[in-house]
């Protein structure tokens, strides 16, 4: 059964998005420097990992305001999508999780899940089978699927920068989770943290 791992950039700060993120903006004001690592990674072998394992993701899932603003004049597009496009030989099938799906679509290949963060789960595990099922944002998603004991890893790209404010993360946890930490990959860019969660916790 596909693994479920939790996967995003954070400020030391504890912020995934700079001030007044939206659908014009995206990561809010300045918060491109959360993804320095990103945007560097082709003269960094070890930042580049990090995407080129992207292409063993079977499924992805991702919440409304993310799915909003990568369906938006601004977002996903011929040079950049999912892993900032790296040479994938496919895009992965994304479930976005929502109230209401929208009426129309600039992209296409997304599913909609109205049932809330254990249904999507449950259906992108379906799909992705022995691949993994990767939950890429925002926030309250990964918020949510940790509470609810539904992830199994939990990578954080930790950028070298401070956003001071923002959308932060883990503010809808509110009781203790344990981590066993798995990794640690320092580059000149980010520190990648890898921690495995007890789904039976």
Same mark, same amino acid.
């Given at each position: 059964?596909?693994? *479920? +791992?939790?996967? +995003?950039?954070?400020?030391?700060d ?16 300045? %918060?491109?420097?959360?993804?320095g ?43 950049? %999508?999912? #892993? ?9 099938? +994304?479930?976005? *999780?929502?109230?209401? #799906?929208?009426?129309?679509?600039? !992209?296409?290949g ?18 992705a ?7 890429? %944002?925002?926030?309250? =998603? ?8 539904? *992830? ?13 404010s ?12 344990? !981590?066993n930490?798995?990794? *640690? =990959? ?16």
């Amino acid at each position: 059964m596909s693994t *479920v +791992i939790a996967d +995003i950039s954070m400020s030391l700060d504890g912020y995934i998005t700079g001030p007044e993120p939206g659908d014009d903006k995206g990561l809010g004001i300045g %918060g491109e420097a959360l993804h320095g690592w990103v945007l560097n990674s082709e003269d960094s072998p070890r930042d580049r990992h990090f995407l080129e394992v992207a292409e063993h993701h079977g499924a992805v899932i991702m919440g409304r305001r993310t799915f909003d603003f990568v369906d938006g004049p601004h977002g996903w597009n011929d040079e950049i %999508g999912y #892993a900032f496009d790296h040479e994938l030989p496919t895009r992965p099938p +994304i479930f976005v *999780v929502t109230h209401e #799906a929208p009426e129309t679509t600039r !992209l296409t290949g997304f599913t909609f899940i109205t049932d809330g963060i254990p249904a999507a789960v449950e259906a992108a595990r379906a799909t992705a089978g022995e691949r993994k099922t990767v939950i890429m %944002g925002g926030a309250s =998603v990964i918020d949510q699927a940790l509470a609810a004991g539904l *992830v199994d890893e939990l990578r954080i790209h930790l950028s070298p920068v401070m956003m001071g404010s923002g959308t932060r993360l883990f503010d809808q946890i509110d009781e203790r989770v344990l !981590l066993n930490q798995r990794d *640690v =990959v320092v580059t000149d860019h980010a520190t990648h943290l890898t921690y495995r969660l007890d789904r039976n916790r």
